[in-house]
């Protein structure tokens, strides 16, 4: 992993974030994919120097969109069942398997039920093709194995979510739990389609809660702008996730899928899996190796709330530049969070009376240990959310209220 102690994160004033020419390539170029094939993300991750992260929603191609026929839980023997069998049979009608194809790629992924009439939350990546086009053809196969049409009714790659509508009705909505109430260690089930196998469940348990990964933006290039955005010489910010771990295995073809407890209530939507190599191409992804991420429900829920209502989602803003905060000396403590380096006059930052120096070190009660930390939990806010920071000032500790701004607004 890339030193990035000297490159500043831009909370979200309209300026890509600033990256370490040394870094790991966000993904690879779209010049790679020129074929329908499996497509495949390499991603930064704030984890360790071994792993990548790949987003993991496409494990087919070619016109063999659903690989498995079974799509129910089977129980042959009612009387020896346990809670997997119980959290999957609740939750296993409201998750879908979604087939995407455009002129030049297709892949498989997951999605979970909204509505009775068919709104299903998905990953940004998933219905653009990992950023590549808008223009995609979507088919929605239920548990039932019933196929429906489906369009994309909008995207939020800064959370790389999606909602799609698809054309029917009788489904079943997914029940949502309080993701500001999981606990590490709950029990965990991962529903979807991995390698296109849909209506697979597998179990785990939640490993941590508020990592933060680093992912390419799924955003589709506006008309006219290169399909090269992922270089690190690209003006394409990635984007930060605060993300549930799980151990629940995840591969290729879960993403966009539930994440439910031991009750089916859908704590997580499945985004994306680690695995143990430094590098990859766009030949193929590698496999769980117990280390997956889901966006919190609290979060997803929300965008898709917003996608559902107006079509698009808002965004918080800070109105500061942070780094990572960070001590060269030898001294025996110092302090840990994101510095604040400079702040946009006027902005809520400033309104709030942060000052440049400020060390962030929490957000609503969540610990903040990294410019990437900030980001992301300011990031998943609504505009005009009020925050909570404790900051460290001079040595001295301090609790400020600040009311955020629209990150939007300013793009």
Known sequence: MSDN???????????PVKLNPSSQPVAAPLSSRKQATPLSMLLAMILGPLLGIFIGAYAV????????????????????????TAASSKALPSVVTLSVSSASGAGTGSGVVLT??????????????????????IEVKTSADKIYRATVVGTDPTNDLAVVKAAGSGFTPAEFTDSSKVNVGAYAVAIGAPLGFDATVTAGVVSALHRTIQVASSAVPKSGSSL??????????????????????????????????????????????ATATAAATSSGQSGSIGVGFAIPSNTAKRVADQIIKTGKVSHGLLGAFV???????????????????????????????????????????????????????????????????????????????ATLGDADATN
């Not at 102690?5 to 300026?15: A, D, I, V």
């Not at 930060?240 to 407890?261: C, E, F, H, R, Y």
């Open 5 to 15: 102690k000297n490159h500043y994160n831009n909370q979200f004033l309209g300026e």
């Open 61 to 84: 191609n070619g016109s063999l969109p659903f690989v498995s026929s079974s799509s129910q839980i089977v129980v042959n023997n009612s009387s020896d069942v346990n809670w997997v």
């Open 116 to 137: 009775a009439d068919g709104y299903i939350l998905t990953n940004a990546h998933v219905v653009t093709l990992e950023g590549a086009t808008s223009k995609v053809v």
């Open 228 to 273: 090269q955005l992922w270089n690190t010489g690209s003006s394409q910010a990635p984007v930060n996730l605060d993300v549930i771990q799980t151990d629940a295995a995840i591969n290729p073809g879960n993403s966009g899928g539930a994440l439910v407890n031991d009750r089916g209530q859908v704590m997580g939507i499945n985004v994306a899996i």
């Open 323 to 401: 780094s990572d905060a960070t001590n060269s000396s030898a001294a025996a403590s110092f302090t840990i969070g994101a510095k604040i380096e400079k702040l946009t006059p006027g902005g809520p930052a400033a309104k709030a009376g942060l000052k440049v120096g400020d060390i962030i070190t929490s957000c609503d009660s969540e610990g903040v240990d990294s410019a990437s930390k900030l980001t992301a939990a300011i990031r998943s806010k609504a505009a005009f959310s009020k925050v909570t920071l404790e900051i460290t000032r001079n040595g001295k500790k301090l609790s400020i209220q």
